[in-house]
């Protein structure tokens, strides 16, 4: 039994970076992110304290100086959040509006009757 196209975050991100939504760093971040998840969710016996953990954050670009991996962590991916919030999805909303207007621009209907009232 096969998987659809994007049952996986793996390929989520990966298609949101194919569609220029998010930078490389985001994308390198957000696999970061997916495997220490997925480490720490599959393995009952793991936690921050790993050596497999500890080696994932060494790859997490912003400098960990307490040591506490569980609060850089935690703090990395509220910043990723907070990090696509800001900047993928505005882009990802200009884009369906601009492509919703050649649309319908190409179908020939008067100018003058815009479909789109304001810049919302």
Not at 84 to 104: K, L, Q, T
Request: charged fraction near 30%.
């Amino acid at each position: 039994v096969g998987s659809a196209p994007l049952s996986s975050f793996s390929a989520k991100i990966d298609l949101a970076r194919a569609l220029h939504l998010i930078r490389d760093e985001e994308h390198r971040g957000l696999h970061i992110i997916r495997k220490i998840r997925n480490e720490l969710a599959h393995n009952p016996d793991c936690d921050f304290g790993d050596q497999k953990i500890r080696g994932l954050m060494k790859n997490v670009p912003v400098a960990n100086e307490s040591g506490d991996n569980r609060h850089h962590f935690q703090w990395y991916a509220a910043s990723m959040v907070t990090i696509i919030e800001f900047d993928a999805i505005p882009s990802a909303n200009g884009r369906v509006r601009e492509e919703s207007y050649n649309d319908w621009y190409r179908r020939g209907k008067d100018t003058a009757d815009a479909p789109f009232e304001t810049d919302e």
